[in-house]
Every structure is written in structure tokens, then in C-alpha cells.
Nanobody, 123 residues
Framework: VQLQASGGGLVQAGGSLRLSCAAS????????LGWFRQTPGKERETVAS????????YIAASVKGRFTISRDNAGTTVYLQMNSLKPEDTAVYYC?????????????????WGQGTLVTVSS
């Protein structure tokens, strides 16, 4: 499966952005999907993940209550809605997919990755 992330940009603290990740290739609904972020010198961090059927989600404690993940299996897209953004949310955000389990949380468990989109939150 090929993944293409988009929607990043520059936003002021307190603002919102919605990231999108479009998938192509194989059956989209077969994949667990996730969003991750990374800043220079740090390991890739799980932000949110969603199960194949969209019924189960995982949201990292650092973004809980501010970010939501959703998927459109008919449209082959996964979204990350980011509200109340903080400067510490600044990072390159990546989407990923894996078909070997219903829900994946850890970045190391994901097989396919998109190219990343930069989110910058100014104070």
C-alpha cells in the first residue's frame, strides 16, 4: 500500500489542523492505521491509531482530548484532527499502515509508511 500524507502547515497556538493520509494499492479496510510524529533527535512517537474497522482507537496521553483519529474506508483516507495545538506539537507527522493485526500502537509494528508532513505551531 502507498500512503500520502498532507495537511501540515504553520498554525498559531490554540489553532487547528486536519491531516489526511490517502492510501492506494490494496484493500484499505484490511489495514490498521496510525499517526506518528518525530522531532530532530527524538524517537518517533505514536500519536494515534485506529483499527481496521474503525471501532477501536488509541490516543496518546499527550494529545488526548485535543486530537482525534478517524478513517473513511470507502474513501481510503485516514484523518487526524488536531485542535488546541501547542508549540510542543511541532513535528513531522507520519501516517502508517499494517495489515498483520487489527490494531497497532507501536511505530515499530507498522510496515508501510508515508512521507511525512510538517506541522509547526507558533507561540
Amino acid at each position: 500500500v502507498q500512503l500520502q500524507a498532507s495537511g501540515g502547515g504553520l498554525v498559531q497556538a490554540g489553532g487547528s489542523l486536519r491531516l489526511s493520509c490517502a492510501a492506494s494499492g490494496r484493500t484499505f479496510s484490511s489495514y490498521a492505521l496510525g499517526w506518528f510524529r518525530q522531532t530532530p533527535g527524538k524517537e518517533r512517537e505514536t500519536v494515534a491509531s485506529i483499527s481496521r474497522d474503525g471501532r477501536s482507537t488509541y490516543i496518546a496521553a499527550s494529545v488526548k482530548g485535543r486530537f482525534t483519529i478517524s478513517r473513511d474506508n470507502a474513501g481510503t483516507t485516514v484523518y487526524l484532527q488536531m485542535n488546541s495545538l501547542k508549540p510542543e506539537d511541532t513535528a513531522v507527522y507520519y501516517c502508517a499502515a499494517d495489515e498483520r493485526a487489527r490494531l497497532r500502537v507501536e511505530a515499530s509494528d507498522y510496515e508501510y509508511w508515508g512521507q511525512g508532513t510538517l506541522v509547526t505551531v507558533s507561540s
